[in-house]
């Protein structure tokens, strides 16, 4: 009995090894056949892309996704890609907070942040701030200004709030008066 029954588990193991051999030998013709399932296929690309890096670089300019120098000076381009130097607010304000640490400058998403700034006199009061850029025209409501200020009792215990200050409102007339001036200069070399 007991020989008898360890035959039949061996035997229905066998069959279980045959069954899955005749799966996986089936699995490879129709694969080899092209009839492998949707999910197996590899996805195709959406676009053709070319192999030369030349052809690639073209490409991505005709579809407005890059610049070649010869459009960047073309009066009638189709983008609108300016470098920083050329936006007078954005080099008004580097040029008004270049004392303080900047922690993040991102001209294409127009956010300066500065570090944590505080003067020799007083380590546990500093600000930050962060100017927003919301236009390229040198007027009042093209930048936003925030500015938080940091208070700490000891090195684990501080509070930070945001505050209206007269530093808001100084910076901002200090860079708009600094980008108006800019302004000038530039069309003055420009004639």
């Not at 907070?97 to 003067?119: A, C, Q, R």
């Not at 200004?145 to 409102?169: A, G, L, P, R, Y």
Request: aromatic fraction near 10%; glycine fraction near 4%.
């Amino acid at each position: 009995m007991l020989f008898k029954s360890i035959i039949m588990i061996r035997y229905n193991n066998f069959k279980k090894f045959l069954n899955f051999i005749a799966f996986f030998l089936l699995f490879v013709a129709l694969s080899n056949c092209g009839g492998v399932p949707e999910f197996a296929k590899p996805s195709k690309a959406s676009r053709d892309v070319p192999i030369n890096a030349k052809e690639r670089a073209r490409q991505n300019v005709e579809e407005g996704r890059g610049m070649s120098l010869k459009g960047a000076f073309n009066k009638n381009r189709a983008t609108n890609y300016e470098f920083s130097t050329s936006n007078p607010l954005w080099r008004a304000t580097l040029e008004l907070i270049d004392f303080i640490p900047l922690s993040t400058v991102d001209y294409s998403g127009g956010i300066i942040i500065t570090d944590w700034y505080s003067d020799a006199s007083n380590f546990n009061d500093s600000i930050k701030i962060t100017v927003r850029f919301l236009s390229n025209v040198v007027q009042s409501n093209s930048i936003k200004i925030i500015v938080h200020n940091k208070k700490c009792k000891n090195t684990e215990s501080c509070k930070i709030n945001e505050i209206d200050s007269k530093i808001k409102q100084e910076l901002r007339r200090s860079i708009l008066a600094k980008a108006a001036q800019l302004e000038i200069d530039l069309k003055k070399t420009k004639k």
